[in-house]
């Protein structure tokens, strides 16, 4: 029988989890950081709870391995944004006690911004930039000088990147050798909009506009899927190759470049109020929907053969963009068929996805995601991504309306 209800706290230095399908009575005198639940989407807060629990000081969960041992990222990895990303989506929805606890990750994730990679809009768009959209419309002192400074020193890092591999006109994964652009890279550019809102300097704004447009061009298929990378002369920004790092192949579509592009082109959809991105976001819909399995849950590449392991993480990452996407067309009329349908098949993705989240403890385990196939037995395929999280909690969020 399915549970009914959870509740997890904390009571001395123990973290405390139950769930039940049938009404009981439980004391709870001396606890602190409660969460009481009745909805499989609220398993995700007890579980950052939990994981909460367990972290030492400055310690960034990357995921679980199957058996839920904890795995960490180093500060200057591209998932080392995704805890303090996770727990400001799971305050959007409870504010206490997890508000506290994403400021005190952010802050702990501030001073690498300049590090010589794209993966900085990941890192800085999760930690620095939620936090100060949470946090610093009604302003909060110094704290927020400190997150827009940090959010500003990623942007001007990808203005730097894009200097050095200006002939091709996109954002490279790096600045030195070959030119490697890849689709999850439009996940990086969504801290640039901001810049330029921010600034008032159109440099960022630019930037990303191009390097979306030429993204399309060389890595979103006729059809609305994707190709994961594309390789250029640095000096002369000729194209050298196509290729993928994680998915079946360069002729396949990686169910997560597939998520990452879909959401990355319908956010600059709505933030640069380009018609012919939104257009693209659209195409992108169109091939998730033709594609999707019938529960909703993609395979780690959608041209994978059936019986191949699933990706919840590609599934809440599609379902968040849908819900983008969504927003976009009603904000940018004359372009979509219609907002509902991607509405519609975002909630579709998004249950299909925490159906996978456990019931038991350790509540809200989200289990089924693959980081990279190609690496065969590692602890990270089958188990949980902290980016999981992050982006199951704000397609819950933005399901909800926030």
């Known amino acids: 029988?399915?549970?009914?209800?959870?509740?997890?706290?904390?009571?001395?230095?123990?973290?405390?989890?139950?769930a039940g399908a049938r009404t009981t009575s439980i004391s709870l005198q001396g606890v602190s950081?409660?969460?009481?639940?009745?909805?499989?989407?609220?398993?995700?807060?007890?579980?950052?709870?939990?994981?909460?629990?367990?972290?030492g000081p400055r310690q960034l969960p990357m995921g679980a391995d199957v058996n839920d041992h904890l795995h960490f990222s180093r500060p200057r990895s591209w998932t080392s944004g995704f805890w303090a990303g996770a727990l400001w989506q799971a305050a959007a929805l409870l504010r206490r006690p997890f508000e506290?606890?994403?400021?005190?990750?952010?802050?702990?994730?501030?001073?690498?911004?300049?590090?010589?990679?794209?993966?900085?809009?990941?890192?800085?768009?999760?930690?620095?930039?939620?936090?100060?959209?949470a946090l610093c419309r009604a302003g909060r002192g110094g704290v927020c000088s400190r997150l827009r400074d940090s959010?500003?020193?990623?942007?001007?890092?990808?203005?730097?990147?894009?200097?050095?591999?200006?002939?091709?006109?996109t954002i490279p994964t790096g600045p030195h050798g070959r030119a490697d652009t890849i689709i999850d890279?439009?996940?990086?550019?969504?801290?640039?909009?901001?810049?330029?809102?921010?600034?008032?300097?159109?440099?960022?704004a630019r930037l990303a506009e191009r390097h979306a447009r030429r993204v399309a061009a060389l890595l979103v298929r006729t059809d609305g899927s994707t190709i994961q990378a594309v390789n250029f002369n640095r000096a002369t920004g000729r194209v050298l190759s196509i290729a993928t790092h994680q998915g079946i192949s360069a002729r396949s579509t990686w169910s997560r470049g597939q998520g990452w592009a879909l959401y990355g082109f319908a956010v600059d959809a709505l933030e640069l109020r380009s018609r012919p991105l939104l257009r693209v976001a659209e195409r992108l819909a169109e091939y998730v929907s033709a594609h999707l399995p019938a529960d909703g849950v993609p395979l780690w590449d959608y041209d994978a053969q059936p019986g191949a392991p699933v990706d919840v993480s590609a599934g809440v990452i599609t379902a968040a963009g849908l819900f983008h996407l969504a927003a976009a067309c009603q904000r940018l009329p004359g372009v979509c068929a219609g907002a509902g349908q991607w509405r519609?098949?975002?909630?579709?993705?998004?249950?299909?996805?925490?159906?996978?989240?456990?019931?038991?403890?350790?509540?809200?385990?989200?289990?089924?995601?693959?980081?990279?196939?190609?690496?065969?037995?590692k602890w990270f395929n089958g188990g949980e991504l902290t980016l999981g999280l992050s982006y199951a909690l704000e397609a819950v969020k933005l399901e909800n309306g926030g």
């Open 1 to 18: 029988m399915p549970a009914r209800w959870a509740v997890s706290y904390d009571i001395g230095n123990r973290h405390v989890e139950r």
């Open 33 to 55: 950081d409660l969460i009481i639940s009745s909805s499989q989407q609220a398993l995700l807060l007890h579980r950052l709870a939990e994981l909460h629990a367990r972290l």
């Open 100 to 133: 506290g606890w994403a400021l005190r990750a952010t802050l702990d994730h501030l001073g690498y911004e300049s590090t010589p990679t794209h993966d900085v809009g990941f890192m800085y768009g999760q930690s620095s930039l939620n936090a100060y959209e």
């Open 151 to 169: 959010v500003l020193r990623a942007a001007d890092e990808l203005v730097r990147l894009a200097a050095t591999n200006r002939l091709a006109g």
């Open 185 to 204: 890279s439009m996940m990086n550019t969504l801290i640039l909009p901001w810049a330029t809102r921010f600034t008032g300097k159109p440099v960022y």
């Open 344 to 377: 519609a098949l975002a909630r579709r993705m998004l249950a299909g996805a925490l159906a996978y989240a456990s019931g038991r403890a350790p509540l809200g385990l989200l289990r089924g995601q693959e980081l990279n196939e190609h690496a065969g037995r």
